[in-house]
C-alpha cells in the first residue's frame, strides 16, 4: 500500500507543469499597467505559492500514506488463545468399610487332643503312669512318651507302645531314660500298629523312682490322628503283679 500512494505522488508531481502562456500573458498585463519591477514580486510569490502548495499537498498525501501503510501494514495483534484447562486427575476411591477384600487364608485347624482309652487305668500297686504326645510334633513326624513311676524296685518289666497305623507311619528311633543295656527293644508292625517293645533283663533291676520311655516315627503328612494309640506295662513280681495302661493325652 505505501509504494501504489508513493507511485501515484511521484506520478502527478512528475506530470505537474507550470503554465507558460498563462504566466507569459500576466507578465504583458502587468507590463501595461506598470513596470515589470513592481510585477516581479508578485509572479515569484505565485510561483512559490503553487511549488509550497505542491509540497505541501505531496507531504499531506505521503503523511497520509504513511498512516494508512501503517494501519494497514501494521501486523494484527495475535488472536487470543483460549486457555486449556489442564487435566484435572481423577481422585482414586478410598476403599469403604464396606468394600470386599480377598479373604485371609484359612488357619491350619489346631491338632485334636487324643482321647485316652476309656479302659485305662494309669495307677496299679507300685506303678503309676501317663502317656503323651512329644511337645515337638510336626505334620510329618512325631513322638509318643510315657512317664512311669513305681515306689518299689523291679525286677520284671515289660513296657509296650502301640503306634495305630494312619497311613506311612516308620519307626525313626526309640529312648528311655534307663541304661540302654539293661532292656531287650524290639519294633514291629503287628496287628494294624507299630510296636516298640522294651523287656527288661534277667537279673537286671529298675530302681524306684520316675523313668520315660519314647518312640519316635514318622507318618503320612498332616495332622495325624491319635486315638487309636495305647501303651500298657506290666511288672510281675514275687508279691503280686502290677499293671498299667491307656492313651496318650496332649503334650505336656
Known sequence: MNEEISRRLREAAEAHQPDRAQILARMERGAAGGTVKHRTPSIARSWRRAVLAGVVTFGILTTGGLAVAGIVGAPSPPAPVPAVPSP???????PSAHSTSAPAPATTPSSPR??????????????????????????????SDLVLKTTQPLTSLTVELRIAQTGDVRSTGNWRTLPVDDFTVTVQETGGALVYRWVLKAGRTVPAGQHEFAAQYNHATGTRNTGKDSYRVE??????????????????
Do not use: I, K
Open 88 to 94: 484435572t486427575a481423577t481422585p482414586t476411591p478410598t
Open 235 to 252: 511288672a510281675p513280681s514275687s508279691a503280686g503283679s502290677a499293671a498299667v495302661w491307656g492313651g496318650f493325652g496332649p503334650a505336656q
Open 114 to 143: 487324643p482321647t485316652p482309652s476309656a479302659s485305662s487305668r494309669t495307677q496299679n500297686g507300685p506303678l503309676w503312669s501317663e502317656g503323651s504326645m512329644g511337645p515337638h510334633n510336626t505334620v510329618y513326624w512325631g513322638q
